[in-house]
């Protein structure tokens, strides 16, 4: 039948429960606020009726330029669905959504230990941010 993505909300979290399983494993819990924010979108690949991977994603406004970008935040495809095209159907359902949005740009991170991830998105015609970024992780306690 072929793989498709669609667009899921807060009316589908039986199907959206559904690929957390399939992508994560039986052990991961919901989908929590993500599904009612209106900047947050979530695609997920299905291989006929049965999701095998998902992607989803942040709106976020730039100050300077008045425009948004698109932070894709996460993809992961089922492990057993792995190189047969989930993860380019969803990276290209993300950038026809970045289109219907009107969005001036979308973007990325990934690890340089990760070169099946790399060779996706450069696949997809992602450009490699030439510039030498660190991030850094700040955790509770806030204050």
Do not use: K
């Not at 973007?107 to 991030?135: F, I, K």
């Amino acid at each position: 039948m072929g793989l498709t993505v669609r667009r899921l909300g807060a009316s589908d979290l039986d199907l959206v429960r559904a690929a957390l399983r399939a992508v994560y494993g039986d052990e991961v819990g919901g989908p929590g606020p993500l599904l009612t924010d209106p900047r947050a979108h979530l695609l997920v690949a299905f291989d006929g009726e049965s999701p095998v991977g998902l992607a989803y994603g942040y709106e976020l406004p730039r100050l300077l330029r008045g425009t948004t970008a698109m932070l894709m935040y996460e993809i992961e495809v089922a492990p057993a669905a792995r190189r047969r095209g989930a993860g380019r159907v969803l990276l290209e359902g993300f950038r026809a959504l970045c289109a219907e949005l009107d969005l001036d740009s979308m973007w990325l991170l990934t690890d340089d230990g990760n070169p099946a991830a790399q060779a996706l998105y450069r696949g997809a015609q992602g450009e490699r941010h030439p510039v030498d970024q660190v991030m850094f992780r700040f955790h509770p306690p806030w204050r």
